[in-house]
T-cell receptor, first 112, second 114 residues
Framework: SQQGEEDPQALSIQEGENATMNCSYK?????LQWYRQNSGRGLVHLIL?????REKHSGRLRVTLDTSKKSSSLLITASRAADTASYFC????????????FGTGTQLKVEL | DGGITQSPKYLFRKEGQNVTLSCEQN?????MYWYRQDPGQGLRLIYY???????QKGDIAEGYSVSREKKESFPLTVTSAQKNPTAFYLC?????????????FGPGTRLTVL
């Protein structure tokens, strides 16, 4: 089963603009992670936010988490063509150990 | 160089044949995972192992089998019982048995059943 639904499914922006992706989930979680996947490749971990955190930054990435709404957002600022990829949220359910449940992903295209 | 490797990158098989996908890691991670990804979709968990000689079914285990005889290896067999095996298969590992661990992914194996 896929817990996370991402919105939008696809996003096309110009280089230099900001990109925002949203993730909604259904159950109680202890952490939420964002991953990036270039076409035909494995996933790369971007950032992890725990359920008791509301916001986290890493370089040009900003992640927010609202556990009352069961949602998270990933903001990429000053986007570059190299940011073109698919982005997935993944949730670690409370009591689920180290298993993750992945969302459906957002395809981001950054054009020059 | 530490990492997680999968081989082969592309695999073609005839319908009705079993096929084994390799996954090896030298990160000294306890936990390993197998996911399936279909076009335009997210990852679905097939099997996972939290420790050597132990593994659990994920959400879509039917038609698949695994073994975990060594810490660094977690091969996946796609059996002829899997109704729609053509997909992109991803292996991952993580450090331990507790949450808040990121997963490290291999490059994937694209399996096509003809």
């Amino acid at each position: 089963s896929q817990q996370g639904e991402e919105d939008p499914q696809a996003l096309s922006i110009q280089e230099g603009e900001n990109a925002t992706m949203n993730c909604s989930y259904k159950t109680s979680i202890n952490n939420l992670q964002w991953y990036r996947q270039n076409s035909g490749r494995g996933l790369v971990h971007l950032i992890l936010i725990r359920s008791n955190e509301r916001e986290k930054h890493s370089g040009r990435l900003r992640v927010t988490l609202d556990t009352s709404k069961k949602s998270s957002s990933l903001l990429i600022t000053a986007s570059r063509a190299a940011d073109t990829a698919s982005y997935f949220c993944a949730t670690g359910e409370t009591g689920g150990g180290n298993k993750l449940t992945f969302g459906t992903g957002t395809q981001l295209k950054v054009e020059l | 160089d530490g990492g997680i490797t999968q081989s082969p990158k592309y695999l073609f098989r005839k319908e009705g044949q079993n096929v084994t996908l390799s996954c090896e890691q030298n990160l000294n991670h306890d936990a390993m995972y197998w996911y399936r990804q279909d076009p335009g979709q997210g990852l679905r968990l097939i099997y996972y192992s939290q420790i050597v000689n132990d593994f659990q079914k994920g959400d879509i285990a039917e038609g698949y089998s695994v073994s975990r005889e060594k810490k660094e290896s977690f091969p996946l067999t796609v059996t002829s019982a899997q109704k729609n095996p053509t997909a992109f298969y991803l292996c991952a590992s993580s450090p331990g048995l507790v949450p808040y661990n990121e997963q490290f992914f291999g490059p994937g194996t694209r399996l096509t059943v003809l």
